[in-house]
């Protein structure tokens, strides 16, 4: 693991106060969402309700959470690593464009953040679109982008740890540039069940805001309009270098195409346009071994256009999934007999639970308020239910060994869109921030913000 220390680009320092103010406010927002966990995670319905889930992105909610998502982590290390990269980085961008422009960039590189995160589930699987993501990770790479534009060349200290520490100098650039490459691929291999895209899409938009919104800060911190590739020649005769190395800015652009590519790509290669139908479950359990556990989770299904066929992503949590399963495999859930009714449904018997190779498990549920709508997919639902436990083994075969009396249970659709509404959405801004950072770095526009070193 690498650890950055204090960087030392040489410019004057003013008071970093929206550093230090998001450092606080973050750390506070996680205790008060974290202390029913004992502050080792954040408690569940928190996470539900205002993390970013992709599928909401058509939604004014889903829009809200992109921002709400900014300010929550999952663990302690998540948040103090966030914070102290922030603390890091985030002081000398501050300090140069000045705390307003600095805060409108962390908020933009956090919903291209989103933005990308979204469009890249094309590559990695549309069953991403309703897993839900936090933290403020987006907006600090978002940070980084811009330290690399405005200190290319500046010294940093840095540990290694293999597993004792190893400290010492080098260039912010070689670990900046590290650092996005390892969040490329671990996002393409998928590894950790983090939102490394998240990480290159705010890092990437942070590339392209700063640009734009410290053109004319530098020019008046440098005195003149702007140092063109003449000066630059003259000043790397002395000893000094302005702007990007010709291998950084080769790795960014090859990375911002590759990235490009690969979303044309996989939006070729669609050929259907699935339905995405949100669902919000809550669900308060008994067991014959826990007396209450409350729950709560956000539900994506994929239905075919024609309404043939319907896929659905998966579900972390345990509560949520089991109601689920029963209840989609009841046919309680989609059901084009039930299309447009409101009312009451009772259910008593067996039931085959769809994709799993188990035993038939006992099920009886009372829905006291049902509402579908015209296509037959459930609206609203209000109930309770008991239900078989399975537990299965390593092999895949599976047992009954308890069973779990739901007390309450709600369901609510807050979403159903084509899954190419969501996708475009999120694709037009990723494509022209990814287009934009193209043309500052091909066109040497780093030469007029960065910070002779």
Same mark, same amino acid.
């Given at each position: 693991?690498?650890?950055?220390?204090?960087?030392?680009?040489?410019?004057?320092?003013?008071?970093?106060?929206?550093?230090?103010?998001?450092?606080?406010?973050?750390?506070?927002?996680?205790?008060?969402?974290?202390?029913?966990?004992?502050?080792?995670?954040?408690?569940?319905?928190?996470?539900?309700?205002?993390?970013?889930?992709?599928?909401?992105?058509?939604?004014?909610?889903?829009?809200?959470?992109?921002?709400?998502?900014?300010?929550?982590?999952?663990?302690? @290390?998540?948040?103090?690593?966030?914070?102290?990269?922030? #603390?890091?980085?985030?002081?000398?961008?501050?300090?140069? @464009?000045?705390?307003?422009?600095? @805060?409108?960039?962390?908020?933009?590189?956090?919903?291209?953040?989103?933005?990308?995160?979204?469009?890249?589930?094309?590559?990695?699987?549309?069953?991403?679109?309703?897993?839900?993501?936090?933290?403020?990770?987006?907006?600090?790479?978002?940070?980084?982008?811009?330290?690399?534009?405005?200190?290319?060349?500046?010294?940093?200290?840095?540990?290694?740890?293999?597993?004792?520490?190893?400290?010492?100098?080098?260039?912010?650039?070689?670990?900046?540039?590290?650092?996005?490459?390892?969040?490329?691929?671990?996002?393409?291999?998928?590894?950790?069940?983090?939102?490394?895209?998240?990480?290159?899409?705010?890092?990437?938009?942070?590339?392209?805001?700063? #640009?734009?919104?410290?053109?004319?800060?530098?020019?008046?911190?440098?005195?003149?309009?702007?140092?063109?590739?003449?000066?630059?020649?003259?000043?790397?005769?002395?000893?000094?270098?302005?702007?990007?190395?010709?291998?950084?800015?080769?790795?960014?652009?090859?990375?911002?195409?590759?990235?490009?590519?690969?979303?044309?790509?996989?939006?070729?290669? +669609?050929?259907?346009?699935?339905?995405?139908?949100?669902?919000?479950?809550?669900?308060?359990?008994?067991?014959?071994?826990?007396?209450?556990?409350?729950?709560?989770?956000?539900?994506? +299904?994929?239905?075919?256009?024609?309404?043939?066929?319907?896929?659905?992503?998966?579900?972390?949590?345990?509560?949520?999934?089991?109601?689920?399963?029963?209840?989609?495999?009841?046919?309680?859930?989609?059901?084009?007999?039930?299309?447009?009714?409101?009312?009451?449904?009772?259910?008593?018997?067996?039931?085959?639970?769809?994709?799993?190779?188990?035993?038939?498990?006992?099920?009886?549920?009372?829905?006291?308020?049902?509402?579908?709508?015209?296509?037959?997919?459930?609206?609203?639902?209000?109930?309770?239910?008991?239900?078989?436990?399975?537990?299965?083994?390593?092999?895949?075969?599976?047992? +009954?060994?308890?069973?779990?009396?739901?007390?309450?249970?709600?369901?609510?659709?807050?979403?159903?869109?084509?899954?190419?509404?969501?996708?475009?959405?999120?694709?037009?801004?990723?494509?022209?921030?990814?287009?934009?950072?193209?043309?500052?770095?091909?066109?040497?526009?780093?030469?007029?913000?960065?910070?002779?070193?």
């Amino acid at each position: 693991m690498m650890l950055p220390g204090d960087v030392y680009p040489g410019i004057i320092r003013r008071r970093p106060r929206i550093t230090y103010f998001l450092i606080i406010i973050n750390s506070i927002i996680y205790l008060l969402t974290s202390y029913k966990s004992s502050f080792l995670q954040i408690d569940s319905d928190v996470l539900w309700r205002y993390s970013f889930v992709p599928a909401l992105l058509s939604t004014s909610d889903g829009w809200l959470r992109i921002l709400t998502s900014m300010f929550l982590h999952g663990y302690p @290390l998540h948040i103090i690593f966030n914070m102290y990269f922030l #603390y890091i980085f985030g002081r000398d961008v501050e300090t140069f @464009l000045g705390s307003f422009r600095y @805060l409108v960039l962390y908020i933009a590189s956090g919903f291209l953040a989103a933005f990308v995160h979204t469009s890249m589930s094309l590559v990695m699987g549309i069953d991403n679109l309703g897993i839900p993501a936090l933290g403020a990770s987006g907006a600090i790479s978002g940070v980084l982008g811009a330290f690399l534009m405005l200190f290319p060349g500046v010294r940093m200290s840095i540990c290694i740890f293999i597993p004792f520490p190893i400290c010492g100098n080098m260039s912010s650039t070689l670990f900046i540039i590290f650092w996005f490459i390892l969040q490329i691929i671990y996002g393409y291999l998928q590894l950790g069940g983090v939102a490394f895209f998240a990480h290159v899409g705010g890092f990437l938009g942070g590339l392209a805001l700063v #640009y734009y919104l410290g053109r004319d800060v530098a020019h008046q911190i440098f005195g003149y309009k702007y140092f063109n590739i003449s000066f630059n020649s003259v000043y790397s005769f002395f000893g000094y270098r302005r702007g990007l190395s010709p291998i950084a800015r080769f790795i960014l652009i090859f990375s911002a195409t590759l990235i490009l590519l690969s979303l044309f790509t996989a939006f070729s290669l +669609i050929r259907e346009n699935p339905i995405v139908n949100t669902l919000y479950i809550k669900a308060s359990v008994t067991t014959s071994s826990e007396a209450y556990r409350s729950s709560e989770a956000v539900v994506v +299904i994929f239905e075919e256009a024609n309404r043939s066929r319907s896929t659905v992503a998966p579900i972390a949590d345990d509560v949520v999934r089991v109601l689920f399963n029963r209840l989609y495999s009841a046919g309680y859930i989609i059901n084009t007999t039930l299309a447009g009714y409101q009312g009451s449904l009772y259910f008593s018997g067996s039931i085959k639970l769809i994709g799993l190779i188990a035993p038939p498990v006992r099920l009886i549920m009372n829905m006291t308020e049902a509402v579908y709508t015209d296509k037959g997919v459930i609206k609203e639902g209000v109930g309770n239910a008991l239900t078989d436990l399975l537990t299965c083994d390593v092999y895949g075969r599976c047992s +009954i060994t308890d069973y779990w009396y739901y007390k309450y249970f709600s369901i609510k659709l807050i979403n159903s869109s084509p899954l190419y509404d969501i996708i475009m959405i999120s694709m037009i801004p990723t494509i022209i921030s990814l287009l934009v950072v193209i043309y500052i770095l091909i066109a040497r526009k780093d030469l007029e913000i960065s910070y002779i070193s």
